[in-house]
C-alpha cells in the first residue's frame, strides 16, 4: 500500500520560526522606544533601591509597546533591584471588568489559590476589598499591581484612588504597593475623577504611535527569526512598515500583516517568496475580515448607513454630504422594506462609524452665517460591505 498523502504540507516551506510572528510571542529585546523605557525605569526607581514606588499611568493607542515595555522592564527590575527587597508584581488585564468591584474580585482570584476562588458576584464591596488588602499583607514587601486596559471599568474608578492609598488609610501594613494603570483610551485619563487622576497619575508616560522607520527596525527583526533565508523579498519589510505607519503605527498589526503575507505565500503558485503583491493581497484580506467582524455585529439600521455610505462614496469624487446620504438611505430602507429614520437619528448612525473607524467624517465651517456641516466618506470598498451584507439590496 501507498504512504498516505500528508495533508498538512503545502506547496512552499518558507518558516524557520512562525511562532515569532504569533500574538502571544514575547520578544526577548525591545526595539526603539529607548526614551520610554529610560523613563520607565525613572519612575520604577524607588522601588529597586526599597522605596515606596510611585503610581505610574501608561497610556497611548493600541499596539504602541505599552505592554510589552513594562513587562520588559519589570523583568529589569527584578534582576537588578536590591537583593533585600522583596517584589512582587500582580498583573491583570482588566478588559473584561466594567467597574471596580469586578477588577478588585479578578485581583482576589489572582492572588487566591486556584482551588479558593471567590464568586464575581454576592459579596459586599467591603468585603472584596478587605479579602484584597488581607492577601496584598500576606504578600509583604513592596507589591507592583499592574492593571491593563484598565479604561474597561470606565467611570466606576474608586479603586483606583483605594488602592494606592490603603497604605495610608491603615487598610493595609506589610506591604509597599505602587499601581501602575494601562490604558490604550486616551479619553479614560480626562474622565478620571480629579482625586484618581491626582493619585494614578502620580507619574505618567505617553507612548506615541510608531513611525515607518521605527516599525522597520521591529518588523525587520521578527523578519529575520521567522522566516528561512532569501524568502523575504528586497522592500517588504518597508513596504509592511509603510502601511502600518499610515494606518496607526500599530506594530501588532504590522507584524499580523507579515504573518499574513507569510501564509498567502506559502499557499502561492509563484514560489516560496513573500512579494509586495503578496503583501497587498494580504492587506486586503485582513481588512476584508476586520470589516466582517466589525460590520457584522451591528444593528440593522447601522448596516444600512454602512451600506449606503460605501454605496454613494464608490459612485462620487468627493466626500457626501449628510443630506444626500439620508435621501440615498431612504431609497435603500424602502426597497429593503425597512423602516426609515430620520435624518438627525441617520446622522447618529454615522457618527457611530465614525466611532468604528468605517466613516470618515469632515467638518466644514463656512464662518459667519454659514454654519458648521459634515460631509461623509466610507472607510471600505462598496464590494467589500457588499459581501458581508450580501442579505440587504442596494438601489
Ligand atoms: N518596541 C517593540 N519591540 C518589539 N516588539 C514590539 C515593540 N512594540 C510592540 N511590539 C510588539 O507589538 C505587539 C503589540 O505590543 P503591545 O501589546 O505592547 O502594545 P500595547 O501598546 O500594549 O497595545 P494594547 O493597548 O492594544 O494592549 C506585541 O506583539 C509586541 O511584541
Known amino acids: 500500500m501507498g504512504k498516505a498523502e500528508n495533508p498538512f504540507t503545502s506547496l512552499n516551506e518558507i518558516w524557520a520560526n512562525r511562532d515569532v510572528l504569533h500574538e502571544d510571542y514575547t520578544p526577548t529585546e525591545i526595539l526603539e522606544r529607548e526614551s520610554e523605557r529610560d523613563k520607565l525605569a525613572a519612575h520604577l526607581a524607588p522601588v529597586a533601591n526599597g522605596n515606596r514606588p510611585n503610581n505610574i499611568f501608561l497610556y497611548g493607542k493600541t499596539g504602541v509597546g505599552k505592554t510589552v515595555v513594562t513587562e520588559y522592564m519589570l523583568g529589569k527590575l527584578d534582576e537588578f533591584k536590591d537583593p533585600t527587597v522583596d517584589l512582587s508584581v500582580v498583573t491583570l488585564n482588566c478588559q473584561n471588568c466594567s467597574s471596580s468591584y ?149 506594530a501588532r498589526q504590522a507584524i499580523r500583516l507579515l504573518r499574513e503575507a507569510g501564509d498567502l505565500a506559502k499557499q502561492s503558485e509563484s514560489g516560496a517568496v513573500v512579494t509586495d503583491d503578496i503583501v497587498e493581497a494580504a492587506k486586503e484580506e485582513l481588512e476584508a475580515s476586520r470589516i466582517e467582524r466589525a460590520v457584522d455585529d451591528l444593528p440593522l439600521q447601522t448596516k444600512l448607513a454602512t451600506l449606503t455610505l460605501a454605496f454613494r462614496t464608490e459612485a462620487s469624487s468627493g466626500p457626501i454630504r449628510t443630506a444626500a446620504l439620508h435621501d440615498t438611505y431612504c431609497q435603500i430602507a424602502r426597497e429593503n422594506g425597512v423602516e426609515r429614520r430620520s435624518h438627525d437619528a441617520f446622522r447618529d448612525q454615522l457618527d457611530d462609524l465614525d466611532m468604528l473607524g468605517i466613516a470618515l467624517r469632515h467638518r466644514h465651517n463656512e464662518g459667519r452665517g454659514g454654519g458648521i456641516y459634515y460631509t461623509w466618506e466610507s472607510d471600505i470598498a462598496y464590494g467589500v460591505v457588499r459581501d458581508v451584507l450580501d442579505e440587504l439590496n442596494t438601489p
Open 102 to 250: 469586578q477588577v478588585a474580585v479578578a485581583l482576589v482570584n489572582e492572588l487566591h489559590d486556584e482551588t479558593d476562588q471567590i464568586s464575581p458576584t454576592g459579596y459586599p464591596a467591603e468585603t472584596v476589598y478587605q479579602y484584597l488588602y488581607d492577601e496584598l499583607d500576606q504578600l509583604g514587601g513592596t507589591v507592583l499591581v499592574v492593571l491593563d486596559e484598565i479604561d474597561a471599568i470606565g467611570d466606576d474608578d474608586g479603586l483606583l484612588y483605594e488602592l494606592p492609598r490603603a497604605r495610608s488609610k491603615g487598610d493595609v501594613e506589610n506591604v509597599k504597593l505602587g499601581v501602575i494603570g494601562i490604558s490604550n483610551d486616551l479619553e479614560f485619563k480626562k474622565n478620571l475623577s480629579s482625586k484618581v487622576k491626582s493619585t494614578l497619575c502620580e507619574k505618567e508616560l505617553v507612548f506615541t504611535p510608531y513611525d515607518a522607520t521605527e516599525l522597520q527596525t521591529i518588523v525587520m527583526d521578527r523578519a529575520e527569526s521567522a522566516f528561512l533565508d532569501d524568502v523575504v523579498q528586497d522592500g517588504v519589510i518597508e513596504h509592511v512598515a509603510a502601511i502600518a505607519a499610515k494606518n496607526s503605527g500599530d
